[in-house]
C-alpha cells in the first residue's frame, strides 16, 4: 500500500508533495546554498571566536534570504504565466538555461586558485551582513522559473525546505572555518554547480517529456 501524500491539481499537472517533491527540494537548497556555505567558512576563519548567538544570527540570514528570494521569482513568473499561457511551454527550457549558466558560473569560479571572498567577511556589521545574504541568494530568484506551475503552498514549502537546508549548511560552514579554514571554498563552490546543472537537466527532461 503505498504512503499517504498530499495531491494538488493544478490544470492537467498534478504534484504530489512526497519524497520525490522533498527530496529535490533539498537538492535545490544544498546547490544554492554553496556560495553561502563558502563565505560562512570565511566568516568563521576571520572570527574563530565567533559565540553561538552570531552564528545563528549569520546563518539565519543566508537561510531567510535564501527563503525569500525563491517565492519573489514564484511571484514574478506566476503572473506572467497567468497572463500569457504560451509562455508556459517554455519554463523548462528557461530553467535549463539559467541552471546551466548558474552552474557553470559557480564551477568557473570554485576553480579559481584566490577569492576575495576572505575580504567580504572582514566587515559584518550592520549592512554587511545583510549584502552578503543578498549576494549569495541572488541566484535562488531562477528558482521562480522552475516552480512556475507550483501554487503558492508548494512553492512556499520548497522555499522553506531551502532556506532551511541553508541555514544548516552555514552553521557547518562558520564551524568548520572555524577550525579548517578556506581550503573547502572552491570545492564547495564546484560541487553546487554540479548540483545546479544536473537539477536543470531533471526538470528539463521531466517538463518535455
Known amino acids: 500500500m503505498d504512503s499517504p501524500y498530499l495531491t ?23 546547490g544554492l546554498a554553496m556560495d553561502a556555505f563558502s563565505v560562512s567558512i570565511a566568516n568563521g576563519l576571520n572570527e574563530p571566536k565567533m559565540p553561538a548567538k552570531r552564528v545563528l544570527l549569520i546563518a539565519g540570514t543566508f537561510g531567510l534570504f535564501q527563503t525569500v528570494m525563491p517565492l519573489t521569482g514564484w511571484l514574478c513568473v506566476h503572473s506572467i504565466a497567468e497572463a500569457f499561457q504560451a509562455f508556459q511551454p517554455f519554463i523548462p527550457w528557461i530553467a535549463l538555461a539559467l541552471l546551466l549558466f548558474i552552474g557553470i558560473k559557480m564551477i568557473l569560479e570554485g576553480r579559481k586558485e584566490e ?21 549569495t541568494s541572488i541566484d535562488a530568484l531562477s528558482v521562480g522559473f522552475t516552480i512556475a506551475e507550483y501554487t503558492w503552498v508548494f512553492a512556499l514549502i520548497e522555499s522553506v525546505i531551502i532556506g532551511l537546508v541553508t541555514f544548516g549548511i552555514c552553521i557547518a560552514g562558520i564551524k568548520l572555518g572555524k577550525t579548517v579554514g578556506m581550503k573547502l571554498a572552491g570545492k564547495a563552490s564546484i560541487f553546487g554547480g554540479i548540483i545546479l546543472i544536473l537539477i536543470g537537466l531533471e526538470i528539463f527532461i521531466t517538463g518535455i517529456c
Do not use: M, P, W
Not at 13 to 25: D, G, I, K, P, Y
Not at 116 to 134: H, M, N, P, S, T
Open 115 to 135: 577569492t576575495d571572498k576572505d575580504e567580504e567577511a572582514r566587515l559584518l556589521r550592520g549592512g554587511a551582513l545583510l549584502v552578503q545574504g543578498i549576494a
Open 8 to 30: 494538488v491539481l493544478l490544470g492537467e499537472t498534478e504534484l504530489q508533495f512526497n519524497f520525490l517533491f522533498v527530496l529535490n527540494s533539498i537538492l535545490f537548497g544544498v
